[in-house]
């Protein structure tokens, strides 16, 4: 279970964010979606750099919902999920579950970091 901490704080940023609130919450989500996907290739297994290559971050919002996706597929696909799955192998580079533990790793106080995100650039996004 993912628990993210500090989104009473995130709901206020982005209440006194106004107007801005959406524009702000889809900039700062993907910084934080690009900054896991970061720890996460650290700790992919490379073999060919293949799956390593093809960790990404996907923008999916659509008007009123922001949302990012964080993946690895392309020409690694087939065997991506065997090698975050399969914690009995052993890597030379990298580890198991490298996706998964990036995201557990920085839930914690990811509301935080989303509502300093919001404070800080409010002014920026003013009409």
């Known amino acids: 279970m993912i628990k993210i901490t500090g989104l009473d704080e995130l709901e206020r940023a982005l209440r006194q964010a106004g107007d801005t609130a959406y524009r702000l919450l889809r900039v700062a989500l993907r910084n ?6 970061t720890t996460a290739k650290l700790r992919t297994p ?7 290559a ?6 999916e919002s ?18 991506a999920i065997y090698v ?10 990298g580890q198991a579950k490298f996706l998964e533990s990036a995201v557990l790793e920085a839930a914690p106080r ?6 300093d995100h919001v404070r800080r650039y409010a002014g920026d996004f003013r009409p």
């Open 62 to 79: 659509r008007p009123g919902k922001a949302k990012m996706t964080l993946a690895y597929g392309g020409a690694a696909a087939p065997y």
């Open 84 to 93: 975050h799955e399969l914690t009995g192998n052993r890597h030379p580079v």
């Open 46 to 52: 490379v073999d060919t750099g293949a799956l390593r």
């Open 32 to 37: 934080e979606a690009e900054t896991v996907m």
């Open 110 to 115: 990811m509301g935080n970091r989303l509502a």
């Open 54 to 59: 093809s960790g990404h971050v996907a923008d």
